[in-house]
Structure formats: structure tokens, C-alpha cells
């Protein structure tokens, strides 16, 4: 499952001020497990922590100072252990901080900007921790069909909150610094509707929203389908398990109902959702419900053993190109599973559905 979703969250988005007349910095920080005479380095990247800058601990403390002329995401670290660590924002102002390998003993605050980063990590350490107690129990229990669906929907809801929180948080801080690096970083179909993503960058301060960052979400948009409930379907094709090509779209026109399902064998909580699905399409296949899975496989001997072996009866189609999947960019599908629920007009009815809601969500409209 990609989640660039929780796991990014909490990686953090960091931000410097604009030029102004007093833009300087302080940093004061703290960290676990140093020594007086022990070097802190700031960096502007995790993956290449190249030094910008050094300070040495005295008295279990260490200070940086700086200008902040540009925007950039930095982190400090210990240098003899560089997984004692804390993300945060440059921006002008004392910055407080605290570094360590535990989650949730790194703080950041001091500043507007840093002070919201740690409530977006807060919130990203308490779902994530809920996700993976959930997790672990499915995988160490083996809980009936019924039950598992239970702790699925429990996991959805999780992820339904962080969003909330994504959301909120941007809209809250929509014009400053922090609003941007917001925009900039959730601004996608995983947090966000695009209605939801146009509506936030037209209230933002006309300097933050004409930089390029910004201009190149608006040009994404553009370029991409608004999958938006109530919107049409696209004119869609692609290579079917079988060798053909399925002209997915006239497929849809078919069926009172089409469930289409962003999948692949390599995804757990995919595989996971499978024992729900196949009951569906069970009961609702003959009364006009017909479910069209997309892979991100990129192996093919996988992904046609994946459906053989766990019955998978309804239709499949891959470009087996993974994540560059043509319908997964057309999309914007950032994790899955992802569903998208048709009519036969080809208007999309519902989205992101999963499990009982899904389920709850189909047969009404297949009855009718």
C-alpha cells in the first residue's frame, strides 16, 4: 500500500520567511543520549544530509543562528548518531527543539509555523500508531470475515480523520507560510477533492499562489480527471488479463453498477478487502453488478496468479507498469485500495469505499 499518506505526514514539510527587513533565526535545541563536546549539524535534506551548519552541545544544549532568506525543509541531527533527529521549519524567530530517535519524544515549536508542524506530527504519531495496533491484530489473530471487515472500517475511519486534519490544518493556516507548504505537500486527491484543492489555493496570498509549486498543482489539475462523485467517467482503454483490449467505458454502460478497483497482488490491505468483494459481486453480479479491477502490478505472472488462485472472477486489466499505471495518473490514485463506484450513465457515484460501506452502498442501488 503507498501510503504517501501517513508515513509523509509524519516525515514533516518545512518552510524559510520571505525576504524582510529582521528575517534571522535561532534555533535552540535540545536532544537524547548527548554529551557536552558532541556535534549537532543542520541539513537541509534527510536523504543527503549535507551540513549547512554545526553547533557544539554545552551543557546538554546546542543553539544554531541564521538567516532565513529562502524555503527549505531542515532537520538537526546528532552527528555520531544521525537517527537522533527532529524535522522543522527555518522561518524567522527562536525556534524551540528537540531531537531523538523515538517519535514521539521529538518536538518542534517556538514559531506559527513550527508550532502547527508539531500538531500535524501529533496527529500523524497518535492514527498511525491506532493503524498499526489494527494492523498487527488482523495479522496475529486471522479474525473471521465479519470481524476483519470491522477492523478495516475502523482503519478507514482512521485515515478519513487524518485527512480531516490535513484539510483542516491547511484551511487554518491558508494564509501564511505554513498554508502553503501545506498546499504544497497535501494538495492531492489522497487528502483532498480537487473543488477542495482549487477553493484553498484561491485563498491564498497572491505571492505564494503564482510560485511555481503552486502553478504546477493548478497545471496537474488540468492535465488529470476530475474523479470528483457526480462527475462523468472517462473514455478509458487498456490491456484486459486475457490479451485483449477493454474499452473499459462502454463496459461500464453495460451494468447497472460497475465497481472500479485500484489494486495489486503485492498490497496486504488489497488482498485483505478481496473475501468482501468476492461476496458482493456474488449476490449482485447477475442483478447488474459487474467489478473491473485495475492492477499496479508490473509483474505479470504475479498479478494473473493472484487472480486465479483467489478466484477473482470478474474482469481484469493491467498495463503492468506499477505505479505509472495510465489510469492510476488519470486518477491520481496515491494508495490503494481504491474504488470507484459508476452508474451505467457513467457518472461516478461514489468513491473510496471499502468493505461494509461498500457493500451498504451497492446493493440498494443494484435492487433497484
Known amino acids: 500500500m503507498k501510503y504517501s499518506s501517513i508515513a509523509i505526514a509524519a516525515a514533516t514539510l518545512m518552510l524559510t520567511a520571505a525576504c524582510k527587513k529582521s528575517n534571522s533565526y535561532t534555533i535552540e535545541g535540545t536532544a537524547d543520549e548527548v554529551a557536552d563536546g558532541d556535534k549537532m549539524y543542520l541539513a537541509a535534506s534527510y536523504d543527503k544530509p549535507t551540513p549547512i551548519d554545526s553547533a557544539m552541545v554545552k551543557d546538554g544544549k546546542f543553539t544554531f543562528t541564521g538567516n532565513a532568506d529562502d524555503i527549505n525543509e531542515a532537520f538537526v541531527y546528532l ?24 517519535p514521539e519524544r521529538t518536538k518542534v515549536g517556538g514559531t506559527t509555523s513550527n508550532e502547527q508542524l508539531q500538531v500535524l506530527n501529533d496527529s500523524a504519531l497518535s492514527i498511525g500508531k491506532q493503524l498499526n495496533d489494527i494492523a498487527l491484530a488482523i495479522y496475529e489473530s486471522n479474525p473471521s470475515d465479519g470481524i476483519k471487515t470491522e477492523m478495516q472500517q475502523r482503519m478507514e475511519a482512521l485515515h478519513e480523520r487524518f485527512r480531516q486534519c490535513v484539510t483542516e490544518l491547511t484551511e487554518r493556516n491558508i494564509g501564511n507560510k ?40 493548478i497545471d496537474n489539475l488540468s492535465q488529470t480527471i476530475t474523479a470528483d462523485e457526480g462527475q462523468q467517467f472517462p473514455e478509458l482503454t487498456m490491456a484486459a488479463i486475457d490479451g485483449t483490449t477493454m474499452n473499459i467505458t462502454e463496459e461500464i ?31 449482485c453480479h447477475k442483478q447488474g453488478l459487474e467489478i473491473i479491477g485495475i492492477s499496479l502490478d508490473d509483474n505479470e505472472h504475479k498479478w494473473k496468479d493472484a487472480v486465479e488462485s483467489n478466484k477473482l472472477e470478474w474482469k481484469h486489466v493491467s498495463d503492468l507498469k506499477g505505479w505509472d499505471n ?43
Not at 505571492?207 to 503552486?214: M, V
Not at 497482488?265 to 468483494?277: D, H, K, V, Y
Request: glycine share 6%.
Open 178 to 217: 505554513f498554508g502553503y507548504f501545506m498546499v504544497k505537500n497535501f494538495a492531492n486527491r489522497e487528502y483532498m477533492s480537487d473543488k477542495k484543492i482549487k477553493e484553498l489555493i484561491g485563498r491564498m496570498p497572491e505571492e505564494q499562489r503564482t510560485r511555481d509549486e503552486i502553478r504546477a498543482i
Open 326 to 368: 495510465a489510469a492510476a495518473k488519470m486518477f491520481q490514485v496515491e494508495s490503494i485500495p481504491q474504488t470507484f463506484v459508476v452508474d451505467s450513465n457513467g457518472t461516478i457515484l461514489r468513491k473510496g469505499l471499502r468493505g461494509r460501506e461498500l457493500e451498504e452502498f451497492v446493493k440498494p442501488r443494484i435492487d433497484n
Open 79 to 102: 552527528g555520531r548518531r544521525n537517527d537522533i533527529f527532529a524535522h522543522l521549519i527555518v522561518e524567522e524567530g527562536t525556534i524551540k527543539v528537540h531531537a531523538s530517535n523515538k
Open 253 to 283: 454502460r453495460r451494468n447497472k453498477i460497475t465497481i472500479i478497483d485500484f489494486w495489486a497482488s503485492w498490497c496486504g490491505p488489497c488482498m485483505n478487502e478481496m473475501p468482501t468483494i468476492k461476496k458482493l459481486y456474488a449476490e
